[in-house]
């Protein structure tokens, strides 16, 4: 069975940081896209990072320059590692891997940043 795994939230002061991880299951990891997602209570889910299979990462601009997203594929894994974060970062992360009409998600881990 194929399935996605995250780890990694949890409640941290403003400025602080955390390392969220994302582990795949049941199938070929180096063949997805990966994808970090969130989604604040009342507001949809947005797309924050995406890394392609190759290695090639895009970020929405709210992060740029605080968030880095790498993955390694003899591990299976892709990190998000979350710096400087603010209140406005609260919100459940999602990892997501899509190839082809493959379209998977991980039951999501919650980051709450506040004093």
């Known amino acids: 069975q194929v399935q996605l795994v995250e780890s990694g939230g949890g409640l941290v002061q403003p400025g602080g940081s955390l390392r969220l991880s994302c582990v795949l299951s049941?199938?070929?990891?180096?063949?997805?896209?990966m994808g970090w997602y969130r989604q604040a209570p009342g507001k949809q889910r947005e797309l924050v990072a995406l890394i392609t299979s190759s290695g090639t990462t895009n970020y929405v601009e709210s992060v740029k320059g605080r968030f880095t997203m790498s993955r390694d594929n003899a591990k299976n894994t892709v990190h998000l590692q979350m710096n400087n974060l603010k209140p406005e970062d609260t919100a459940v992360y999602y990892c997501?891997?899509?190839?082809?009409?493959?379209?998977?998600w991980g039951q999501g881990t919650q980051v709450t940043v506040s004093s």
């Open positions: 997501n891997a899509a190839s082809g009409r493959v379209n998977l």
């Open positions: 049941g199938s070929i990891f180096r063949i997805y896209a």
